[in-house]
C-alpha cells in the first residue's frame, strides 16, 4: 500500500506514533485500513457512543454521528461520556467536540438529524459501514433496510431486558434484520418500541461488541457475525452463539438468487 503523506509525516508514521499500543494486536496494514476508512454512527444510546468511542480511539479515518436527540438527566445512568452540565446539548456535537479532543486525527462530521428514510439514505451512501446505536426497533429495521438497498454492512445490537444481542448484516452475503428476527421467532417484536430503560455495563457490552465487529471487518480480521447472533445473558453470566440465520428465500432485501444456492 502506498502511503499518503499528510503535514510531512505518512500515515506509516502516524499509526506508529499516535496508535503504537494497539499496532501489535492489530498490525499495520489493519491500522492503514482503518485510517482510510469511514463509520457512521446512526443514533447515539449508549452503545452507539461506545462504540464510537473505541473507533476514534483505534485510529478511524472518518467518524459520522447522526443523532437529532439532546442529553437528557436519563442519559446519566449508563453514560460515560456525560455529566449533569451537560443535559440540553445535543448530543452529537458534544460528542463531536469530546471526540475530537482525543486528538487522533479522526475527521468526525456531526448529521443533527432525525433517522428517516427520506434524508438519511444519502448521508449513510457517503460511509463505508453502519453502526446502529438506535433505541427503536422501527428504526433499527429501516436501518436494515437502507443498508440492504445501499449495499452497506450495518453492524446491529439489542438490548432486551439483561440480554446483549449482536448482529452483522453484510448485503450479498449474509441475512438482513428482518430474516434473523424471523428466523428467531421475534417477528412480533419490531412492532414495540424499545425500552426506555437500559442497564450500563449491558450498553457498554453491546458497543464494545459492535466496535470489535466493524475493527474486524474492515482490517479483514478473523471471523464475522453474519448469520450468526451473539448473545450474552447477563443475569445467567451466559455467552452463547445461534448460528444458520440465513436469509429467507423470499426476502426482497436480502433474499437474492445468488444467496439461495
Ligand atoms: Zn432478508
Redesign the pocket.
Known amino acids: 500500500m502506498v502511503a499518503t503523506v499528510r503535514g510531512g509525516k505518512t500515515l506509516e508514521d502516524e499509526t506508529q506514533t499516535n496508535f503504537e499500543p494497539t499496532l501489535p494486536l492489530l498490525g499495520q496494514e489493519a491500522l492503514l485500513r482503518l485510517k482510510a476508512s469511514s463509520v457512521i454512527i446512526v443514533g447515539l444510546n449508549e452503545a452507539g457512543l461506545t462504540c464510537a468511542n473505541y473507533l476514534v480511539r483505534v485510529g478511524i479515518g472518518k467518524l459520522g454521528l447522526l443523532d437529532d436527540g439532546g442529553i437528557s438527566k436519563s442519559d446519566l445512568a449508563s453514560s460515560n461520556l456525560f455529566s449533569l452540565k451537560d443535559i440540553g446539548q445535543r448530543k452529537a456535537a458534544f460528542a463531536n467536540q469530546q471526540f475530537s479532543a482525543l486528538g487522533t486525527g479522526t475527521e468526525i462530521i456531526t448529521h443533527l438529524q432525525k433517522f428517516d428514510s427520506h434524508s438519511t439514505e444519502s448521508v449513510l451512501a457517503r460511509y463505508n459501514l453502519v453502526i446502529d446505536g438506535l433505541s427503536d426497533w422501527q428504526e433499527k429495521l429501516l436501518a436494515s433496510d437502507i443498508c440492504?438497498h445501499l449495499g452497506k454492512p450495518l453492524v446491529h445490537h439489542a438490548l432486551l431486558g439483561m440480554r446483549v444481542h449482536a448482529f452483522t448484516c453484510i448485503p450479498g452475503s449474509s441475512?438482513?434484520l428482518?430474516?434473523m428476527l424471523a428466523k428467531m421467532g421475534l417477528e412480533d417484536l419490531p412492532h414495540s418500541t424499545a425500552s426506555k430503560t437500559s442497564f450500563g455495563p449491558a450498553s457498554g457490552l453491546a458497543g464494545s461488541l459492535q466496535a470489535a465487529e466493524a475493527i474486524k471487518l474492515i482490517c479483514h480480521l478473523g471471523l464475522t457475525h453474519q448469520n450468526t447472533l451473539i448473545c450474552f445473558d447477563i443475569l445467567k453470566s451466559e455467552f452463547y452463539n445461534l448460528h444458520g440465520l440465513d436469509?429467507?428465500h423470499d426476502?426482497p432485501?436480502?433474499?437474492r438468487p445468488n444467496l439461495d444456492s
Open positions: 440492504m441475512a438482513c428482518r430474516c436469509p429467507e426476502c432485501d436480502c433474499g
